[in-house]
């Protein structure tokens, strides 16, 4: 059978990257096709690519509901509602795809990344290996199965297959920062941004539930306490720096005249635009955000957020250029002890910083110290994290 017009320009369009341009053909040749199986999976599957996980879910079970046996149609519907955080369901969907096309590296990889999201580690492994026993040099496999086995304790076996993923050229910055974090290679002065945007991408969806009930997360309210007692300006223009899904936003917007918020994630951007606390949003990184606004603010607020960051000199730099005189700079930091150095990457591949470094820092950029406050942050396998609370002033 001929396909409908434009489907043809639209598919090679896709093919070459051109998402914006082929978009529309796939749209004008739904209205006169409606049911046409190809441009519903591509268009859907294209939805994922941008990030718009419930229009592809629609679209797929809409292309799923002509040919319910399509292997690849299947396979992309699990991607998206694993990015949907529904990984029960993506699991599903992945094993229907298997069971139409089982010896299917990609879907056996995508079914361990679901199963290590609803930590299932033994489970995932098994898939991984099984991936990899098709596709031996799948770099993608090899990730997850040196992630899966780090979640099993089997931390040699873990360096291995990451220092075997190393020379396949995919994700290398980010399998350089988990080796560096396990002792193996020199620890970066921050964490590759596309690991944490990945990371919290994949998170974005029961981000809050996680850290709120499972890990007993309280900075938000300790932070913002400290800035209370700091006796912040009235009306306030206050920046949200790494703000994830919001939950600082209730917390600083009877504070705010103005209310910003910046992170690297865009799925965690829209979770904190579905609060309503924030006057605007900005995906971006915090220290070229606030490098590009001087004198804006009156409060920066940093929540949990240079635990990816090791070297604070560049922020500190455009945190002193984007906070008005006498205005608060206010932020969460996990602790490390100062014989430790300035800072250090741990294996949770977060930074902790000692005490006189922010302090040097603080100086430096011309800052004066009004609180330091020493406290439990979270918790990390049922123990308790250290962590300091700074409230510092602008000079």
Do not use: W
Not at 178 to 204: I, K, R, T
Not at 291 to 311: M, Q
Request: hydrophobic share 45%; with cysteine.
């Amino acid at each position: 059978m001929k396909p409908p017009a434009h489907f043809d320009r639209a598919l090679a369009l896709h093919r070459e990257g051109r998402l914006a341009e082929a978009e529309p053909l796939y749209r004008r040749v739904l209205r006169s096709a409606p049911t046409h199986f190809d441009t519903l999976h591509l268009l859907g599957a294209l939805c994922g690519q941008t990030d718009r996980f419930d229009e592809a879910l629609q679209l797929l079970q809409r292309a799923l509901a002509q040919k319910p046996d399509s292997a690849p149609a299947l396979n992309n519907l699990g991607n998206t509602l694993g990015n949907l955080g529904r990984h029960r369901e993506a699991v599903q969907a992945f094993e229907r795809s298997l069971a139409v096309r089982p010896d299917d590296a990609k879907a056996l990889r995508n079914r361990g990344t679901s199963l290590r999201a609803l930590e299932r580690p033994e489970e995932a492994l098994a898939s991984f290996d099984a991936a990899l026993a098709l596709q031996p040099d799948y770099p993608e496999a090899l990730i997850g199965r040196a992630e899966a086995l780090l979640t099993l304790h089997r931390r040699a076996q873990a360096i291995e297959a990451f220092q075997k993923a190393l020379p396949l050229g995919k994700d290398v910055d980010q399998i350089r920062y988990a080796l560096a974090s396990l002792g193996v290679g020199e620890a970066p002065s921050s964490a590759p941004p596309a690991y944490v945007e990945a990371l919290f991408d994949m998170y974005a969806h029961n981000f809050d539930q996680h850290l709120v009930q499972r890990l007993a997360y309280r900075t938000p309210e300790l932070l913002v306490a400290e800035l209370r007692a700091a006796q912040p300006p009235e009306s306030a223009c206050i920046i949200d720096l790494g703000c994830g899904t919001g939950l600082c936003g209730p917390l600083l917007r009877p504070l705010a005249r103005q209310l910003v918020g910046v992170d690297l994630s865009g799925l965690m951007l829209a979770k904190a635009r579905e609060g309503g606390a924030y006057d605007e949003l900005v995906h971006g990184d915090v220290a070229a955000t606030l490098a590009a606004r001087p004198l804006a603010f009156d409060i920066a607020v940093a929540a949990d957020v240079f635990v990816y960051i090791g070297d604070l000199a560049a922020v500190f730099t455009a945190a002193a250029a984007a906070v008005r005189p006498g205005g608060l700079f206010a932020f969460s930091v996990e602790a490390c002890q100062d014989d430790a150095g300035d800072f250090r990457l741990g294996a949770t591949r977060r930074y902790a910083h000692a005490l006189p470094y922010l302090q040097r820092l603080a100086a430096a950029h011309g800052f004066t110290v009004e609180r330091t406050q020493h406290s439990v942050i979270r918790k990390e396998s049922d123990e308790g994290v250290a962590g300091l609370l700074l409230v510092l002033r602008r000079a």
